[in-house]
C-alpha cells in the first residue's frame, strides 16, 4: 500500500521544481535531496545497507554499498532484491539509466542507477557483479566528468529536470534530447521537446543512439535568434542492431529571446527516420 501511495505522491512532486523537493500529504513531510557526491561518500560508506526506490515504478530493494571511489558500486542484500530490481527492467538486465531515489534512515536522495550486472560480486543474490548508482556530482570510471544520462536522472528525481532544461542553450539542450532518446525516457523527450507526441513505441525501435558530431553554439550567437538550423550527426543502432547514421539538421525554436529552446521533434524524427522504423520501413 505504502509503495502505491508513494508512486502517486513522487509523481506529483515532479512538477516541483527545488534543490530539494517537499510534499507534504495528510501530515507526512518526503523531502528528496540532491546532495553532493562528495557528502554521500560519507552517508553511504563502504558496507552501508540502503533501500533503492524506482522513481517511475514506486518498486523498493534493499542493496549494499560493496565499493566504488568515484560513485557506488553496490548489489543487491537477497535474491528477492534482484527480482524487484530486474521487474523494474522489464525483467531483462540493461544498461539504461533510470531516476531513483536512495533512502537511507531519514534521508531520501536523488539518485540514478543502470540495470547490468558486471564485475565482481560477493553476495549470494542471484546477481553476478555489482551495479552503479550515480549521485549529483559522481563520476564514471572513464571519464573525469559525470555521465550525461545519469545526471538527467537525477534532476529528475530531484523534480529539477525542467529547470534545467528551460535554462539549457541550444547545445545543452540537444544533447539532453538524444539522451532521452538514448534512455527511452519520454518524460526527458517531453521536457525538451516543441510538439507533446506518443514516444513510447518510437523509443523502442532505438537500442542505442549517439551524437557524432555537433557545432558549438556560443550564447551571443544565439541571443537574438527565435530559431535555430543545427546540423549535426547522429549514429544511431535499431531494435535489429542495424546502424543507421543521420547527417543533416535538428530544428529548434522559441516564443521570444526571453524563452526557452524547444525541439521540433515530429520533424526531427521524421528526418532521422525513427518514424519510418516505427512503420517497419
Same mark, same amino acid.
Given at each position: 500500500?505504502?509503495?502505491v501511495?508513494t508512486?502517486i505522491l513522487l509523481?506529483v512532486? #515532479?512538477?516541483?521544481?527545488s534543490? %530539494?523537493?517537499?510534499a507534504?500529504e495528510?501530515?507526512?513531510g518526503?523531502?528528496i535531496?540532491?546532495i553532493?557526491? @562528495?557528502k554521500?561518500?560519507?552517508?553511504?560508506p563502504?558496507?552501508?545497507?540502503f &533501500?533503492v526506490?524506482?522513481?517511475?515504478?514506486?518498486?523498493?530493494? @534493499?542493496?549494499?554499498?560493496?565499493a566504488?571511489?568515484?560513485h557506488?558500486?553496490?548489489?543487491?542484500?537477497? %535474491?528477492k532484491d534482484t527480482?524487484?530490481?530486474? /521487474?523494474i527492467?522489464?525483467?531483462?538486465?540493461?544498461w539504461?539509466r533510470?531516476?531513483?531515489?536512495?533512502?537511507?534512515q531519514?534521508?531520501?536522495?536523488?539518485?540514478?542507477?543502470h540495470?547490468?550486472?558486471?564485475?565482481?560480486g560477493?553476495?549470494?543474490?542471484?546477481?553476478?557483479?555489482?551495479f552503479?548508482?550515480?549521485?549529483?556530482?559522481?563520476? &564514471?570510471?572513464?571519464k573525469?566528468?559525470m555521465?550525461?544520462s545519469?545526471?538527467l536522472?537525477?534532476?529528475k %528525481?530531484?523534480?529539477?529536470?525542467q529547470?534545467?532544461?528551460n535554462s539549457?542553450?541550444?547545445n545543452? #539542450?540537444?544533447?539532453?534530447y538524444?539522451?532521452g532518446?538514448?534512455?527511452?525516457? %519520454?518524460?526527458?523527450?517531453?521536457?525538451t521537446?516543441?510538439?507533446?507526441?506518443?514516444s513510447?513505441?518510437?523509443l523502442?525501435t532505438?537500442a542505442?543512439?549517439?551524437?557524432k558530431?555537433m557545432?558549438? #553554439?556560443?550564447?551571443?550567437?544565439?541571443a537574438n535568434?527565435i530559431?535555430? /538550423?543545427v546540423?549535426i @550527426?547522429? /549514429?544511431?543502432i535499431?531494435?535489429?542492431?542495424?546502424?543507421?547514421?543521420?547527417?543533416?539538421?535538428?530544428?529548434?525554436a522559441?516564443?521570444s529571446p526571453?524563452?526557452?529552446w524547444k525541439?521540433?521533434?515530429?520533424?526531427?524524427?521524421k528526418?532521422?527516420?525513427?518514424?519510418?522504423? @516505427?512503420a517497419?520501413?
Amino acid at each position: 500500500m505504502r509503495s502505491v501511495y508513494t508512486a502517486i505522491l513522487l509523481s506529483v512532486i #515532479l512538477f516541483i521544481n527545488s534543490s %530539494s523537493v517537499l510534499a507534504r500529504e495528510e501530515g507526512v513531510g518526503i523531502r528528496i535531496d540532491m546532495i553532493p557526491w @562528495e557528502k554521500v561518500n560519507e552517508i553511504l560508506p563502504k558496507y552501508s545497507k540502503f &533501500t533503492v526506490m524506482d522513481l517511475e515504478t514506486g518498486k523498493r530493494f @534493499e542493496v549494499q554499498r560493496r565499493a566504488g571511489s568515484r560513485h557506488a558500486d553496490v548489489q543487491p542484500i537477497t %535474491s528477492k532484491d534482484t527480482k524487484i530490481m530486474k /521487474e523494474i527492467y522489464g525483467g531483462k538486465w540493461s544498461w539504461k539509466r533510470r531516476a531513483i531515489i536512495v533512502i537511507h534512515q531519514d534521508q531520501w536522495i536523488a539518485a540514478s542507477m543502470h540495470g547490468m550486472p558486471h564485475g565482481a560480486g560477493a553476495l549470494d543474490n542471484n546477481f553476478r557483479g555489482h551495479f552503479c548508482i550515480h549521485f549529483h556530482g559522481s563520476k &564514471t570510471h572513464r571519464k573525469n566528468a559525470m555521465d550525461l544520462s545519469h545526471k538527467l536522472m537525477i534532476l529528475k %528525481s530531484a523534480g529539477k529536470l525542467q529547470e534545467y532544461v528551460n535554462s539549457a542553450g541550444p547545445n545543452e #539542450l540537444i544533447s539532453a534530447y538524444i539522451a532521452g532518446i538514448k534512455q527511452q525516457d %519520454s518524460k526527458i523527450i517531453s521536457a525538451t521537446s516543441l510538439q507533446q507526441i506518443d514516444s513510447t513505441k518510437r523509443l523502442q525501435t532505438v537500442a542505442n543512439i549517439g551524437l557524432k558530431r555537433m557545432p558549438v #553554439l556560443s550564447v551571443e550567437d544565439v541571443a537574438n535568434e527565435i530559431n535555430l /538550423e543545427v546540423p549535426i @550527426e547522429i /549514429e544511431w543502432i535499431n531494435k535489429h542492431s542495424k546502424r543507421k547514421i543521420f547527417n543533416g539538421n535538428i530544428y529548434l525554436a522559441r516564443f521570444s529571446p526571453t524563452d526557452s529552446w524547444k525541439i521540433d521533434s515530429q520533424r526531427f524524427l521524421k528526418d532521422s527516420g525513427i518514424f519510418k522504423e @516505427e512503420a517497419g520501413n
